[in-house]
């Protein structure tokens, strides 16, 4: 899919969004007219409802995303995100031609946007690293110099390279 038929789609969704959104506050406004002790109603059962239900939980903390110590010209190995239900022999990572596609690890070795589906411990030299997704150095380009896929270039997420 091109650039352009993702642009049109995303313009098209965003359409259909706001006409959904304008549709629901238009009843909601009819139903203040006609029924305000109904529409205030509603209101306050919604905010109770908020208020009780996440009032007692513990909610999980989440950390701050830990930074990569991964440096441009390294020398790191691939791991795959699947090595331990897979097994290290199945395991295999997504090299893909774009930077920071978070679906990668869904690519198949003859998708449009796949170079090459690396095996589990390749080793690989970084290239490059980009911002994703709002975490520094979360995506890397990486030249491969073992495996299956030696000599071939492209993009994985910094989640799938470790030092070892």
């Known amino acids: ?16 969004a706001v006409k959904v959104l304008k ?8 139903l203040r007219a006609e029924k305000p002790a ?6 306050v059962v919604l ?4 208020f009780f239900g996440s009032g007692d939980r513990n909610p999980e903390v989440i950390s701050e995303a830990q ?4 440096k441009v010209g390294g020398t790191y190995f691939l791991t795959s995100p699947n090595a331990q239900t897979l097994g290290a022999d199945n395991a295999k990572t997504a090299i893909v031609k774009e930077p920071c596609v978070l679906t990668g690890w869904d690519r198949t070795e003859n998708d449009d946007l796949s170079v090459c589906q690396a095996v589990e411990g390749t080793q690989v ?14 995506c890397a380009r990486v030249l491969i110099e073992s495996g299956n896929c030696m000599s071939k ?12």
Not at 38 to 43: E, Q, T
Not at 47 to 50: A, G, S
């Open 1 to 16: 899919m091109s650039t352009e038929e993702n642009k049109k789609k995303i313009g098209e969704g965003k359409d259909q």
């Open 125 to 138: 030299n970084i290239l490059e690293l980009r911002e994703a997704f709002g975490v520094a150095n979360n």
């Open 153 to 164: 270039e492209g993009w994985t997420l910094a989640s799938n390279i470790t030092e070892r």
């Open 47 to 50: 905010f109770l409802l908020y």
């Open 23 to 30: 549709d629901v506050v238009a009843k909601a406004n009819s």
């Open 67 to 70: 930074g990569n110590n991964l």
């Open 38 to 43: 109904m529409f205030y109603g509603a209101i």
